[in-house]
T-cell receptor
Framework: AQSVTQPDIHITVSEGASLELRCNYS??????LFWYVQSPGQGLQLLLK??????LVQGIKGFEAEFKRSQSSFNLRKPSVHWSDAAEYFC??????????FGDGTTLTVKP | DVKVTQSSRYLVKRTGEKVFLECVQD?????MFWYRQDPGLGLRLIYF???????EKGDIPEGYSVSREKKERFSLILESASTNQTSMYLC???????????FGEGSRLTVL
């Protein structure tokens, strides 16, 4: 069965510092991979997605993620974090017909 | 701007009441989903629908039912609400080919 692991429940970074959020997945086939962001009290918004091709994908708000098949990972990165990036981040594996399995999420706190 | 709209942002109900959560999307998506979100548990799939009048159980369907009479509308029904159904409920939709989910803003239900 497919699964997604986000090892870090909570991460704190200083504004302007770089960020990496980890995601590992378990899935039998080539996965569709997604990162979503959720601001407090809101629904989830897609940051970026990987279907095939270039393993480094660019998303909105300056985020990028790299698919590494050998490590079953899809880590999210941002070179310089802004205070508005404070939110909860979810990694997901997409299954057939749009069904997705989500990780438990990582909460990002940004220090001034 | 594309949109998934959930009819109620906040609801307070009493144990045993029947609860309807409504979701409408304006993107002509085939697939619609209801997720439940609880702290530390990520998003868990309750039910999904591939087409009008079609529904399939997700991972935690017990205590819930759904209705999809029109393509744009997907309703979640709690026949007899219980306190353990206090949660945030998220509706989402997607086109089969892409798999990326578009979420509503969520409905926070409290059952007393």
């Amino acid at each position: 069965a497919q699964s997604v692991t986000q090892p870090d429940i909570h991460i704190t970074v200083s504004e302007g510092a770089s960020l990496e959020l980890r995601c590992n997945y378990s899935y039998g086939a080539t996965p569709y991979l997604f990162w979503y962001v959720q601001s407090p009290g809101q629904g989830l918004q897609l940051l970026l997605k990987y279907f095939s091709g270039d393993t480094l994908v660019q998303g909105i708000k300056g985020f990028e993620a790299e698919f590494k098949r050998s490590q079953s990972s899809f880590n999210l990165r941002k070179p310089s974090v802004h205070w508005s990036d404070a939110a909860e981040y979810f990694c997901a594996v997409g299954l057939n017909a749009g069904k997705s399995t989500f990780g438990d999420g990582t909460t990002l706190t940004v220090k001034p | 701007d594309v949109k998934v709209t959930q009819s109620s942002r906040y609801l307070v109900k009493r144990t045993g009441e029947k609860v309807f959560l409504e979701c409408v999307q304006d993107m002509d998506h085939e697939n619609m989903f209801w997720y439940r979100q609880d702290p530390g548990l990520g998003l868990r799939l309750i039910y999904f629908s591939y087409d009008v009048k079609m529904k399939e159980k997700g991972d935690i369907p017990e205590g819930y039912s759904v209705s999809r009479e029109k393509k744009e509308r997907f309703s979640l029904i709690l026949e007899s609400a219980s306190t353990n159904q206090t949660s945030m409920y998220l509706c989402a939709s997607t086109r089969t080919a892409t798999g990326e989910l578009f979420f509503g803003e969520g409905s926070r239900l409290t059952v007393l």
